[in-house]
């Protein structure tokens, strides 16, 4: 068992949850709007609909004559509880660094760069159970990256503010993230190639990694749980509707990938931050792997038709998107 | 068979007989045999090198003489070439007995509604389990002037001129390429013949095994080819793709390759000028309707591309006659878009085995 694949459980139990149905078809509403376009942007699931409700007014008033229908009060709590349900899920997730290093917690929440206000508290919808919520903490408990976390942790660190962590794990993701799927940062390389693995500088670099990669496998985590609320599948590219595919990269942060598809029943588009399956004998690699999409290049004209290029990070059986640095940092 | 073999020539007919003359020899032959693993027997190269050498006797006369007679000396020229690439690419001589298919043109107006019907195991089934493998004719199911001359993809455009309401057998496809992605596309004016595109596509055999689902745009059909999948479809005399709509014979579908498709029609042509003079001699010496300038043109085409399909059947490549200036390598142009295209996969970065 690994934690990708009771994440996939987790995903099954969401698909029986008695809320399911209606905050799906609620999702599916808002995505169809002007809000979901909006949505798309934050990338941050269901509070992305809760974020562009309360900005409403600055929002209308900044992209004139867009109109925002605001949400009803039951729809805004049902978002809320689904959005809160989530959270607790990431806090159980990490309950073990809490009491050991509590000023880190803030930095692995995936959700801690949005600014929202407190969210309404109303009628509970489950869709997640304490049952569930609990199976999952307890597999992730088992990611390295906290192990490595742990065993990385100095005086240094340890004096190491809540706002000191946020800012340094931030700016690692921002680092990995404008790197692109098929490079390692040259700073990671620099470290990796000059530093023993003993030194004071690589164990900071790896204990502030290690929650990096703590809270990029949480991401990973929310949005399987996100597209679980929204379909039974995960999006597929294999045979039926790859065009053809174009880099791949395995690098010290991870593999990298891009390829040309076709939009179409099995997968009609793809938005940043979406969660992939590849299945495809040509790329040398075990089919079925997980992909993240960091990158979505689309493309229509009468001439040529429609063709959505995807740049995707693979991500490991931790949910992890960084599995390589982590190995080697 | 898509390895294409570019071959320079300025004089293709010629040319193409030069390469098929080689197995007017039997050392030649005898050498084929063996590296396909076939035992050699100087018989049987004496058989194979006597028919290239009399099919080329016969294309050659049939290039020479009036169209009084001509289709029936191309017709000899197709059945003895047959007969000789069959025995190489099999190691044995077939057993043959008779055409395996007859004429029927009692009563036709045109030469679209002469019929030629497969019967039994005969000379045009034996070929066709080598040429154009899979296809089992159904006998005494009637395959007509009109269906053979409309899946000639070089006859496109003179087989819709001539026959207003006739539905073409044979698709254009021209191929995009481009940095991000090469495709296929269909001109929705190729398919005007069809009440609606979909009456095509769902004729043209194994099509989901070797594209994606088709795109329908205003004005095209795009069409991508499935990442390793076999590819489908044929090409002209003048390397243009074509998809085959296929034929429906008792319920079945059949998709003919070029070669047996052209061997059907010079065998209808032959007969219909051997054996039907009162139908022929009018049709040749005063037409009114431009049907002759098809005929005229298929029998051209048969002329030139016939012999060169089944060179690319022995040589298993797409042997293509272009004339163009050799000894120069153009690196001018920026290469840099098809360096990221080349290497189907590309792998770059510090691999996990160099870390360690």
């Given at each position: 068992m690994s934690i990708r694949s009771d994440a996939y459980d987790i995903c099954k139990l969401i698909w029986d949850s008695p809320s399911r149905e209606y905050l799906k078809s609620l999702l599916l509403k808002l995505q169809a709007s002007e809000a979901g376009y909006l949505a798309r942007g934050q990338r941050a699931q269901i509070l992305s609909f809760l974020i562009i409700d309360q900005r409403k007014p600055e929002l209308e008033k900044k992209l004139h004559p867009l109109h925002i229908v605001p949400l009803k009060d039951e729809e805004r709590i049902l978002l809320s509880n689904a959005h809160r349900q989530i959270v607790q899920l990431n806090k159980e997730c990490i309950a073990s660094l809490s009491p050991k290093l509590p000023q880190c917690i803030k930095s692995i929440d995936p959700y801690v760069k949005f600014g929202y206000e407190q969210l309404p508290v109303g009628v509970e919808y489950d869709i997640l159970t304490e049952k569930t919520i609990e199976k999952m903490a307890a597999s992730f408990s088992k990611h390295p990256a906290i192990e490595v976390v742990l065993h990385s942790m100095l005086p240094d660190t340890t004096k190491m503010t809540e706002g000191k962590y946020a800012e340094s794990v931030l700016t690692i993701s921002e680092t990995l993230f404008k790197a692109g799927v098929f490079d390692a940062p040259s700073d990671f390389q620099r470290i990796l190639f000059s530093q023993a693995k003993d030194s004071i500088q690589r164990i900071i670099a790896r204990h502030i990694t290690a929650l990096t990669c703590i809270q990029a496998s949480l991401s990973v985590l929310d949005q399987l749980v996100y597209q679980a609320i929204l379909s039974n599948k995960l999006p597929l590219l294999d045979k039926n509707n790859i065009i053809e595919i174009g880099q791949m990269s395995k690098n010290l942060v991870g593999n990298g990938l891009s390829l040309l598809y076709q939009p179409g029943e099995q997968l009609v588009m793809s938005n940043i931050c979406d969660i992939v399956l590849v299945k495809s004998e040509a790329l040398g690699l075990p089919l079925g792997q997980l992909w993240k999409v960091e990158a979505v290049h689309h493309e229509y004209s009468q001439e040529f038709g429609s063709s959505e290029e995807l740049t995707l990070r693979e991500v490991d059986e931790n949910l992890n998107p960084f599995g390589h640095l982590l190995e080697h940092i | 068979m898509s390895d294409?073999?570019?071959?320079?020539?300025?004089?293709?007919?010629?040319?193409?007989?030069?390469?098929?003359?080689?197995?007017?020899?039997?050392?030649?032959?005898?050498?084929?045999?063996?590296?396909?693993?076939?035992?050699?027997?100087?018989?049987?190269?004496?058989?194979?090198?006597?028919?290239?050498?009399?099919?080329?006797?016969?294309?050659?006369?049939?290039?020479?003489?009036?169209?009084?007679?001509?289709?029936?000396?191309?017709?000899?020229?197709?059945?003895?070439?047959?007969?000789?690439?069959?025995?190489?690419?099999?190691?044995?001589?077939?057993?043959?007995?008779?055409?395996?298919?007859?004429?029927?043109?009692?009563?036709?107006?045109?030469?679209?509604?002469?019929?030629?019907?497969?019967?039994?195991?005969?000379?045009?089934?034996?070929?066709?389990?080598?040429?154009?493998?899979?296809?089992?004719?159904?006998?005494?199911?009637?395959?007509?002037?009109?269906?053979?001359?409309?899946?000639?993809?070089?006859?496109?455009?003179?087989?819709?001129?001539?026959?207003?309401?006739?539905?073409?057998?044979?698709?254009?496809?021209?191929?995009?390429?481009?940095?991000?992605?090469?495709?296929?596309?269909?001109?929705?004016?190729?398919?005007?013949?069809?009440?609606?595109?979909?009456?095509?596509?769902?004729?043209?055999?194994?099509?989901?095994?070797?594209?994606?689902?088709?795109?329908?745009?205003?004005?095209?059909?795009?069409?991508?080819?499935?990442?390793?999948?076999?590819?489908?479809?044929?090409?002209?005399?003048?390397?243009?793709?074509?998809?085959?709509?296929?034929?429906?014979?008792?319920?079945?579908?059949?998709?003919?390759?070029?070669?047996?498709?052209?061997?059907?029609?010079?065998?209808?042509?032959?007969?219909?000028?051997?054996?039907?003079?009162?139908?022929?001699?009018?049709?040749?010496?005063?037409?009114?309707?431009?049907?002759?300038?098809?005929?005229?043109?298929?029998?051209?085409?048969?002329?030139?591309?016939?012999?060169?399909?089944?060179?690319?059947?022995?040589?298993?490549?797409?042997?293509?006659?272009?004339?163009?200036?050799?000894g120069i390598l153009d690196l001018s142009i920026s290469s840099s878009s098809e360096d990221s295209k080349q290497g189907f996969l590309k792998v770059r970065g510090i691999s996990k085995g160099k870390i360690l």
């Amino acid at each position: 068992m690994s934690i990708r694949s009771d994440a996939y459980d987790i995903c099954k139990l969401i698909w029986d949850s008695p809320s399911r149905e209606y905050l799906k078809s609620l999702l599916l509403k808002l995505q169809a709007s002007e809000a979901g376009y909006l949505a798309r942007g934050q990338r941050a699931q269901i509070l992305s609909f809760l974020i562009i409700d309360q900005r409403k007014p600055e929002l209308e008033k900044k992209l004139h004559p867009l109109h925002i229908v605001p949400l009803k009060d039951e729809e805004r709590i049902l978002l809320s509880n689904a959005h809160r349900q989530i959270v607790q899920l990431n806090k159980e997730c990490i309950a073990s660094l809490s009491p050991k290093l509590p000023q880190c917690i803030k930095s692995i929440d995936p959700y801690v760069k949005f600014g929202y206000e407190q969210l309404p508290v109303g009628v509970e919808y489950d869709i997640l159970t304490e049952k569930t919520i609990e199976k999952m903490a307890a597999s992730f408990s088992k990611h390295p990256a906290i192990e490595v976390v742990l065993h990385s942790m100095l005086p240094d660190t340890t004096k190491m503010t809540e706002g000191k962590y946020a800012e340094s794990v931030l700016t690692i993701s921002e680092t990995l993230f404008k790197a692109g799927v098929f490079d390692a940062p040259s700073d990671f390389q620099r470290i990796l190639f000059s530093q023993a693995k003993d030194s004071i500088q690589r164990i900071i670099a790896r204990h502030i990694t290690a929650l990096t990669c703590i809270q990029a496998s949480l991401s990973v985590l929310d949005q399987l749980v996100y597209q679980a609320i929204l379909s039974n599948k995960l999006p597929l590219l294999d045979k039926n509707n790859i065009i053809e595919i174009g880099q791949m990269s395995k690098n010290l942060v991870g593999n990298g990938l891009s390829l040309l598809y076709q939009p179409g029943e099995q997968l009609v588009m793809s938005n940043i931050c979406d969660i992939v399956l590849v299945k495809s004998e040509a790329l040398g690699l075990p089919l079925g792997q997980l992909w993240k999409v960091e990158a979505v290049h689309h493309e229509y004209s009468q001439e040529f038709g429609s063709s959505e290029e995807l740049t995707l990070r693979e991500v490991d059986e931790n949910l992890n998107p960084f599995g390589h640095l982590l190995e080697h940092i | 068979m898509s390895d294409v073999v570019y071959i320079n020539s300025e004089n293709a007919v010629k040319d193409q007989w030069n390469l098929l003359a080689q197995y007017a020899y039997p050392t030649n032959i005898v050498r084929y045999l063996q590296q396909h693993g076939f035992a050699d027997s100087k018989k049987l190269a004496e058989y194979v090198a006597g028919c290239f050498r009399q099919s080329e006797a016969y294309f050659v006369a049939a290039e020479n003489s009036p169209i009084d007679i001509s289709p029936l000396l191309q017709y000899y020229g197709a059945v003895t070439l047959l007969a000789g690439a069959s025995a190489m690419i099999r190691g044995t001589q077939l057993t043959i007995k008779g055409h395996g298919m007859t004429l029927n043109a009692s009563n036709i107006k045109r030469i679209a509604d002469a019929q030629v019907i497969p019967r039994g195991k005969g000379a045009l089934q034996q070929f066709t389990d080598i040429f154009s493998p899979g296809c089992s004719f159904a006998n005494g199911e009637p395959w007509t002037m009109e269906e053979i001359l409309g899946s000639v993809p070089d006859l496109k455009q003179d087989f819709e001129t001539c026959y207003q309401e006739a539905i073409p057998y044979a698709i254009p496809i021209e191929i995009v390429k481009r940095d991000r992605g090469s495709l296929e596309r269909i001109s929705k004016k190729d398919l005007a013949r069809f009440k609606v595109p979909e009456d095509a596509l769902a004729n043209i055999e194994n099509l989901l095994q070797s594209y994606l689902v088709p795109e329908h745009t205003n004005q095209y059909i795009i069409l991508h080819r499935k990442i390793k999948s076999p590819e489908i479809g044929t090409y002209s005399l003048f390397n243009q793709k074509h998809l085959q709509i296929a034929h429906s014979k008792k319920a079945k579908k059949l998709t003919l390759s070029q070669i047996i498709n052209m061997f059907m029609g010079m065998f209808s042509l032959g007969f219909l000028s051997r054996y039907h003079p009162e139908f022929w001699n009018p049709f040749v010496r005063s037409d009114e309707t431009g049907e002759l300038l098809l005929v005229e043109k298929f029998i051209a085409v048969c002329q030139r591309y016939f012999p060169n399909l089944v060179l690319n059947e022995i040589q298993q490549s797409r042997i293509q006659f272009v004339n163009k200036t050799k000894g120069i390598l153009d690196l001018s142009i920026s290469s840099s878009s098809e360096d990221s295209k080349q290497g189907f996969l590309k792998v770059r970065g510090i691999s996990k085995g160099k870390i360690l």
